[in-house]
């Protein structure tokens, strides 16, 4: 009986930890290829903002629908921005970045992801930050045109989608737009302190099944 209560716990405790493991944060496109030209020669900067719904947390995988809307197709970078004071897009404020990318994109809409490189921010709980595909600095010649998803149709945030022809991306000719980008954010634990109610409950919970098998054992003998 007490290896049957103490070997549940364990699985009890796992599946907690787990839950906290990672955040997605998914903005699909419902709505089939939308904005262009995302390229170095053309938009250099594509962004949808986002909430943080989960606990303080690190982003460890960016990705967004992409379409080769002209060849070749360009190097972009998936990026995660503060929010500027204001409101919208801040670009001195890079918090996560995935490096240049040359995804393989073809005439048809597809999904491109990859891990954050670095160190990357952690993202607090509760507050607004923006998904960032930019081409500031690339050089290319192609254009992509990337997914539109329906404004709340998933996530009610209030998401909006913005955009920058300014070749450094810091202006922002187009603001509070929507349809929103497709994109997505996975958002992992930021250490131990990411997930503190698991891991003091786990060590509580472990504490209190030691003492309840310790008195099993007692009573038994």
Known sequence: M???????????LLAGSSAFAQLVISKP???????????PNGTYVYSDSFVNSGPDASPTVLGMWLLENTAPAP??????????????P??????????????AATGALNFFSAP????????????????VATCVGETGSG?????????????SDNGTFWYSNDSAGVNFDGQNLTPEMAFE????PAGAEAIPTAGHLGIALLIAM???????LIRRV
């Open 116 to 131: 954050v490189i670095g160190t990357p921010s952690v993202l607090s709980s509760g507050t607004r930050y923006w998904f």
């Open 185 to 188: 954010v996975t958002l992992g």
């Open 143 to 155: 254009v992509y045109t990337v997914g539109g998803h329906t404004q709340n149709s998933v996530i």
């Open 90 to 103: 801040d670009a001195g404020a890079v918090l996560a970045t995935t490096g240049t990318l040359s995804p």
């Open 29 to 39: 496109p419902d709505l089939g290829p939308q904005w262009q030209p995302l390229s």
């Open 2 to 12: 007490t290896r049957k209560i103490v070997l549940a716990f364990c699985v009890l």
């Open 210 to 216: 030691i003492a309840l098998a310790g008195a099993l």
């Open 75 to 88: 190097p972009v970078r998936f990026e995660v921005w503060a929010e500027a004071v204001g409101g919208g």
